[in-house]
T-cell receptor, first 113, second 114 residues
């Protein structure tokens, strides 16, 4: 089992709808989780970080962490065509004396006008 | 402006010719790391550094070297590049030494080895 897994999509939603992106993780993963947005050919851009169980809201974005079920999700409200991108779920994994960031394969989101 | 910079942004080279990709950050971050991104394989960590003179291998370190002589710089060295190192490379940095914090990525270096 991969340490961080995502459905590759594409996930298609109409403009103005809520987009729901999900990610599951293995037992090896530590307690830091991140959502990045990546446009084609560009670098990952940090959208949200979440460290504790529950919800965290920032503008149109809400990250949800459920440690008991080992999943983390990202909700995008009022989706816009400019939200069309690949969304990467990442988690810090213990590695020797430090931590490494492990990424899921990404979910491609398409927001249709 | 707080940022991570990489140079060069694009590089085409031949097998066996040593090259260095530079990475620099102006945020006084302790943690720096290198990733490669390949279609179907996603982002994978090559090396990371928790502070000056402290480096460790990531998931795919073979064929790469790094050094961290100054806090702001973390160059990636390919001593003898091969075609399977053709990829998109990203440098990133994070506050704190643990690597559990938010990482900020540079713009990427697209490397082609022929």
């Amino acid at each position: 089992q991969k340490e961080v897994e995502q459905n590759s999509g594409p996930l298609s939603v109409p403009e103005g709808a809520i987009a729901s992106l999900n990610c599951t993780y293995s037992d090896r993963v530590s307690q830091s989780f991140f959502w990045y947005r990546q446009y084609s050919g560009k670098s990952p851009e940090l959208i949200m970080s979440i460290y504790s169980n529950g919800d965290k809201e920032d503008g149109r974005f809400t990250a949800q962490l459920n440690k008991a079920s080992q999943y983390v999700s990202l909700l995008i409200r009022d989706s816009q065509p400019s939200d069309s991108a690949t969304y990467l779920c990442a988690a810090a994994v213990k590695h020797n004396a430090g931590n490494m960031l492990t990424f899921g394969g990404g979910t491609r989101l398409m927001v249709k006008p | 402006e707080a940022q991570v910079t990489q140079n060069p942004r694009y590089l085409i080279t031949v097998t066996g010719k040593k090259l260095t990709v530079t990475c620099s950050q102006n945020m006084n971050h302790e943690y720096m790391s290198w990733y490669r991104q390949d279609p179907g394989l996603g982002l994978r960590q090559i090396y990371y550094s928790m502070n000056v003179e402290v480096t460790d291998k990531g998931d795919v370190p073979e064929g790469y070297k790094v050094s961290r002589k100054e806090k702001r710089n973390f160059p990636l060295i390919l001593e003898s590049p091969s075609p399977n190192q053709t990829s998109l490379y990203f440098c990133a940095s994070s506050r704190g030494a643990s690597g559990r914090g938010e990482q900020y990525f540079g713009p990427g270096t697209r490397l082609t080895v022929t």
